[in-house]
């Protein structure tokens, strides 16, 4: 199994207090010959605001090298687990998770906005600190 993303505890908190169960820790997603671990699968209870929904959520930390790195490795495994997921249990959805202020300094640039929209990249923005989902972007 893969190591734990640095904020791995600070998103499954955040999830939890927004009340989300957390039903994979990590969410193994398997495909003929691919074995693969997302972070975290979570289900919203029917009586929720976004009701009976199912969500696969991978981390990622943004603290290597250069953001756009990380960025590169991030959006290539979050389309391989999206695409992977939509055939296996296409009732749940992908989001990938980022620092509040990674989303605010790194994501807000005009060639990061297009390559996420370009590729349908749904995020969910956490303060850490707090361990509070601040936003989902669909």
Do not use: C
Request: hydrophobic letters at 40%; aromatic letters at 12%.
């Amino acid at each position: 199994m893969p190591a734990k993303d640095t904020y791995h505890n600070a998103v499954k908190n955040a999830l939890i207090k927004d009340g989300w169960t957390i039903t994979d820790d990590p969410y193994f997603i398997q495909y003929e010959d691919a074995d693969l671990y997302a972070d975290l699968a979570a289900e919203k209870p029917i009586a929720a605001e976004r009701q009976g929904q199912k969500i696969v959520v991978e981390i990622k930390s943004f603290i290597g090298r250069s953001l756009m790195y990380d960025f590169h490795g991030a959006l290539g495994q979050y389309i391989v687990y999206r695409n992977l997921i939509q055939l296996t249990a296409p009732e749940y959805t992908l989001y990938l998770a980022i620092d509040d202020i990674v989303y605010q300094d790194f994501f807000q640039r005009k060639s990061i906005q297009l390559i996420t929209k370009e590729n349908r990249l749904l995020l969910m923005t956490v303060e850490m600190k707090k361990e509070e989902i601040i936003q989902w972007i669909d």
